[in-house]
């Protein structure tokens, strides 16, 4: 099962431009997290965001939740070229359950 | 920080074979692992949930007779896709929960392609 929807679907922009995410999900959850995926690749995790925490950082990436609007957002500052890649979020309900991703977003980032 | 390996890391197989893909958390022990399937364009979908010395449990719509799942110790889950067809040509990718960890840590494999002929 999916947990929720990543908006939007495709994002494509420029080298040093932002680039915005967004995840929303259905159930009450534990974490947060977004990956990145390149192509063919495995994921590679990029932050945890907890339940009772709004923002954090970390480097170029912001996350963001709301917890009353089942929502989270990832924004890549200044963005590059080896940015592009598929962006999940994925949430777990409680620790130790499995995490369940969102359908991701897929980030062209041209130079 | 933790590593999980998957073995092998990309596998051809004829229609109607199985196969048998490893997880191994290398430095850390794992009670659970959990095993997802990635179609191309598409998310992670979550398959089962492997518990070390039990049965592992199925996500709905995951046939367990055909995807074979065994926990033996608390480093090595083990995934055989049985009697393969070409649908489930796919990318397998399993990840570990750290028992000694805070229970929010989960790492992820490298990833399996399988693709059937």
């Known amino acids: 099962s999916q947990q929720g929807e990543e908006d939007p679907q495709a994002l494509s922009i420029q080298e040093g431009e932002n680039a915005t995410m967004n995840c929303s999900y259905k159930t009450s959850i534990n974490n947060l997290q977004w990956y990145r995926q390149n192509s063919g690749r495995g994921l590679v995790h990029l932050i945890l965001i907890r339940s009772n925490e709004r923002e954090k950082h970390s480097g170029r990436l912001r996350v963001t939740l709301d917890t009353s609007k089942k929502s989270s957002s990832l924004l890549i500052t200044a963005s590059r070229a080896a940015d592009t890649a598929s962006y999940f979020c994925a949430t777990d309900y409680q620790a130790g359950t499995a995490l369940i991703f969102g359908k991701g977003t897929t980030l062209s980032v041209s130079s | 920080g933790a590593v999980v390996s998957q073995h092998p890391s990309w596998v051809i197989c004829k229609s109607g074979t199985s196969v048998k893909i490893e997880c191994r958390s290398l430095?850390?022990?794992?009670?659970?692992m959990f095993w997802y399937r990635q179609f191309p364009k598409q998310s992670l979908m979550l398959m089962a949930t492997?518990?070390?010395?039990?049965?592992?449990?199925?996500e709905q719509g995951v046939e367990k007779d055909k995807f074979l799942i065994n926990h033996a110790s608390l480093t090595l889950s083990t995934l055989t896709v049985t009697s393969a067809h070409p649908e489930d040509s796919s990318f397998y990718i399993c990840?570990?929960?750290?028992?000694?960890?805070?229970?929010?840590?989960?790492?992820f494999g490298p990833g399996t392609r399988l693709t059937v002929l």
């Open positions: 492997s518990n070390e010395g039990s049965k592992a449990t199925y």
């Open positions: 430095d850390f022990q794992a009670t659970t």
């Open positions: 990840s570990a929960r750290d028992v000694g960890g805070l229970g929010n840590e989960q790492f």
